[in-house]
């Protein structure tokens, strides 16, 4: 027995419904500080445990499963590699960003650059957030409506753009007015609802292949799904394990620390040392619960091994396939679940991050004599705009699905936020002072100049191919730029 399409539309309808009543309790009295920082009054366990829901996203609930199975970046378990090396970034973050925003009492962490070079400083770092958190909220809700797509939407023979739009909708209405207060309590409850959909769907296969749960983990073990470690073959590799370990150092580090959308929920929390909280006990959780998604992903090939199943031609779609098609009804209201909370956990922040930066960085709001209702109105509107744009990337960029999602995110992540890490760490570990009017062009050039030269670089190099570290020879290039364009901070 499966579901059917009807009963899948009811079930999202309560979901959303459930939703929207945590919106209106939570966002029923907020005001600007509610809406950007949750009136620096959240409790900093919610913020991790909400912070989970963010990072991971469609992208790792439908492609991280999918890719255990494949040949190439992230095979078997090798993408565990790239997770132990979030460590060494959110190290960074905690003890060197954190101190820096709260002491400066940022609301948008691209400020700091307007205070330490001067306003283009900040509309360039706040710009290509705009566009890296555009790019990549599209890629990871393109996932999920693609899932909708196939498995609802085209049973009424429903375009794609409406099944989006839709979805798009739906986030808005209940993001608008409580904002990042809100968010905080939503994230919460779609975090354990991601969780909770992995957890039974593994015990659902355990259950179908007739395993307990301690047989299932010796069946990962011995499978050739479990491998984690990739010395052997060197940089050329793309599963090395040093490549792998510092991309994910450098990834958690520009993603999160370098990130409008993740920075501003740990500066909703009270104070500094709640936000260390905070970030160290989401780094220890993150390792476990990519590691179960991980297990999910074998399994999933192995009971496809097991029962015969013919494999879909694009991995993204094999935890969905097998979930709707193959397990009971129950287990498929429980991916959807899971989906759904996957999807908006990352699209909801994301459109308040977006809010927030555009209404702080480029328009100033918080600056002008406005009284809280025009501010608000301002801030609706450009809530709607961020949605509509949203809606647009992702309409287009369905053209474009050939591939496992979760490469091209982090590649063109490497283009988008290396520029971010050379301003930073310009600002961080230098004393020299830029003309303001400079830093754009730099900011501009680095990301072409990084295309071409990683374009070249198995000719130039021997064979070595940059990957994800495409992100450190960005910033290494911005930093360089702004060398060149910069001189000695003159003495007072």
Sequence with gaps: MQLTPA???????AYFLFLMFVA????????SKDFYVAGKNAPWILVAIGMIGTSLSGVTFISIPGKVGLAGPNENFAYMQMVFGYLLGYLAIATVLLPLYYK?????????LGKRFGRMSQLTGSGFFLLSRLIGSAFRLFLVAMVLQTFV??????????????TVALIWIYTFRGGIKTIVWTDVIQTLSMLLAVALTILAIGQAMDKTPGELISLIK?????????FEHGWSDPNNFFKQFFSGALIALVMSGLDQDMMQKNLSCRNLRDAQKNMFTYSLILIVVNLLFLSLGALLYLYAEHTGLSLPAKSDQLYPLIALHELSPFIGLIFLTGLLAAAYSS???ALAS????????????????????KKQRIRIIIHLFFSLLLLGIVVIFRSFHNDAVINKLFILAGYTYGPLLGLFAFGLFTKRQISDRGILPVALIAPVASYFINAHSAEWLGGFKFGFLIVLLNGILTFAGLWLISAPQEKS
């Excluded at 939407?153 to 839709?166: E, I, K, Q, R, S």
């Excluded at 977006?354 to 209702?373: C, G, I, M, P, R």
């Design 7 to 13: 009963e899948i539309l009811l079930f999202i309808g």
């Design 24 to 31: 209106w309790w939570t966002g029923r009295k907020a005001n």
């Design 104 to 112: 400066l009492n940022l609301i948008s962490i691209y400020g700091y």
């Design 153 to 166: 939407m085209d049973a009424y023979g429903l375009p794609f753009w409406l099944t989006v739009a839709l």
């Design 222 to 230: 011995q499978s050739p799904y479990s491998k984690m470690f990739y």
């Design 347 to 349: 699209a909801d922040s």
């Design 354 to 373: 977006l809010t927030t930066a555009f209404s702080l960085d480029f328009l100033q709001l918080e600056k002008k004599n406005y009284d809280e209702k």
